[in-house]
């Protein structure tokens, strides 16, 4: 059984940064093409930004230019770079990665942007 595990949350000061990683746990999983979502309280859940199995990125229209989504291949691990975080940034940020037809999901890190 797949675990995607999540760390590197917090609590963070507007303007400040932040890396989050996503790496397997369980069973033998590459993570080539994922994705990371947020969910802030009493709104839906968001993807953020995502990297294909080419390393080829997009990213919400809300934190492009402030998040960047990375992959190390040799440490099998998935990242997101916050930069310039603000009040609204604020969210449980999950790590998703696809595999049709499973859908592998983590259990989600708190940050949180407040001075």
């Known amino acids: 059984q797949v675990q995607l595990v999540e760390s590197g949350g917090g609590l963070v000061q507007p303007g400040g940064s932040l890396r989050l990683s996503c790496a397997p746990s369980?069973?033998?999983?590459?993570?080539?093409?994922c994705d990371w979502y947020r969910q802030a309280p009493g709104k839906q859940r968001e993807l953020v930004a995502s990297i294909s199995s080419g390393m080829l990125t997009q990213y919400a229209d809300v934190v492009k230019g402030r998040f960047t989504i990375s992959r190390d291949s040799i440490k099998n691990t998935v990242y997101l770079q916050m930069n310039s975080v603000k009040p609204e940034d604020t969210a449980v940020y999950y790590c998703h990665c696809a595999r049709p037809p499973n859908n592998y999901w983590g259990q989600g890190t708190q940050v949180t942007v407040s001075s």
């Open positions: 369980g069973s033998p999983f590459t993570m080539s093409a």
